[in-house]
């Protein structure tokens, strides 16, 4: 952060993602969560769950409000426009909205979106088609 530049001016992260039953499942959302921090540097990068996890979004963005936070982008890591998408997320942000007036939030698109993932699923595809082998849910 800059000298003279306050928490609350600098946009931070919160990544959204589903939430699972298993317990390991949160850890991917924690490193990818960790390689954004890395590239955003000096962005705060936070994460939620809709369900199945802690925190959850409700209160992840009290917290962001509670410590200094003012504008907050939330990131839905969902593949498809689907009711988390559409209804449920949007709702949870709505009420966040009229519990913390002061607190800017805003609702990036949803992951699948992007063009960029297209080159992913290549990637996937061509290591696995090089390899000879796939995932393995055995493994952790």
């Given at each position: 952060m800059r000298v003279g530049e306050a928490m609350g001016d600098k946009p931070a992260a919160l990544i959204v993602a589903h939430g699972s039953r298993r317990a390991q499942a949160g850890d991917v959302l924690e490193t990818m969560a960790a390689h954004?921090?890395?590239r955003l540097d000096t962005t705060r990068?936070?994460?939620?769950?809709?369900e199945n996890g802690e925190p959850d979004v409700a209160s992840a963005i009290e917290n962001c409000f509670f410590e200094g936070v003012r504008r907050?982008?939330?990131?839905?890591?969902?593949?498809?426009?689907?009711?988390?998408v559409k209804v449920?997320?949007?709702r949870v942000i709505e009420a966040a909205r009229q519990a913390f007036p002061n607190l800017q939030?805003?609702?990036a698109d949803f992951l699948?979106?992007?063009?960029?993932?297209?080159?992913?699923?290549?990637?996937?595809?061509?290591?696995?088609?090089?390899?000879?082998?796939?995932?393995?849910?055995r493994d952790d």
């Open positions: 954004v921090r890395q990068v936070d994460i939620a769950y809709l907050l982008v939330v990131i839905p890591l969902f593949l498809l426009p689907g009711v988390h449920d997320l949007p939030i805003l609702q699948g979106a992007h063009p960029a993932l297209g080159g992913v699923v290549c990637e996937l595809f061509l290591d696995c088609v090089k390899s000879g082998h796939g995932f393995d849910p």
